[in-house]
């Protein structure tokens, strides 16, 4: 991974983060595996983004994604996952994380917001009590993953 540009390690996303909030601009942050980006979610990426100034997306490790997801995933590798997430115009970083959740990471970033699809809970999201405000986007029906490879 590229500690310069929008896919960042761990104390690049640190020190820009803490630039951004220290200009007392909005931090809003999701993430997810993105193994094989659809529909849902450029639509979940897109309305996190007008929720703040820049939007962090951390993105699963494969081997995080293997253990979530079973065996056969990732279907691509972080590498390709984090380039196009990178290449979405609205996303402004990607953050890789080797853990099953992004708690550590939303404890380093301390974004002001955070997002999550429709199939969670507001008060289920991972790092939900970190944060000043939870978002939930709606779901686009029909869109996900699972569906596109017919597990």
């Keep these: 991974m590229s500690d310069t540009g929008r896919i960042l390690d761990w104390p690049e996303a640190l020190r820009r983060c803490s630039l951004i909030r220290n200009a007392g601009c909005t ?13 849902g979610h450029i639509h ?11 939007l962090f997306v951390g993105l699963n490790s494969d081997p995080s994604v293997k253990r979530l997801k079973g065996d056969l995933r990732p279907r691509m590798p972080l590498e390709a996952r984090a380039a196009v997430l990178s290449a979405i115009r609205f996303v402004d970083f990607v953050v890789p994380f080797s ?8 404890r380093l970033l301390r974004p002001h917001i ?5 199939d969670y809970r507001a ?3 991972v ?9 939930i986007v709606p779901t686009l029906a ?6 596109l490879i017919g597990e």
């Design 27 to 39: 931090v809003v942050f999701t993430n997810g595996c993105f193994d094989l980006i659809h529909p």
């Design 127 to 135: 790092g939900a009590g970190l944060v000043e405000r939870v978002v």
């Design 114 to 118: 955070l997002v999550k699809g429709g």
């Design 123 to 125: 008060e289920e999201v």
């Design 142 to 147: 029909g869109h996900s993953t699972t569906a």
């Design 99 to 106: 853990e099953d959740t992004p708690l550590e990471l939303i």
């Design 44 to 54: 979940v990426l897109s309305r996190a983004a007008v929720l703040g100034d820049f």
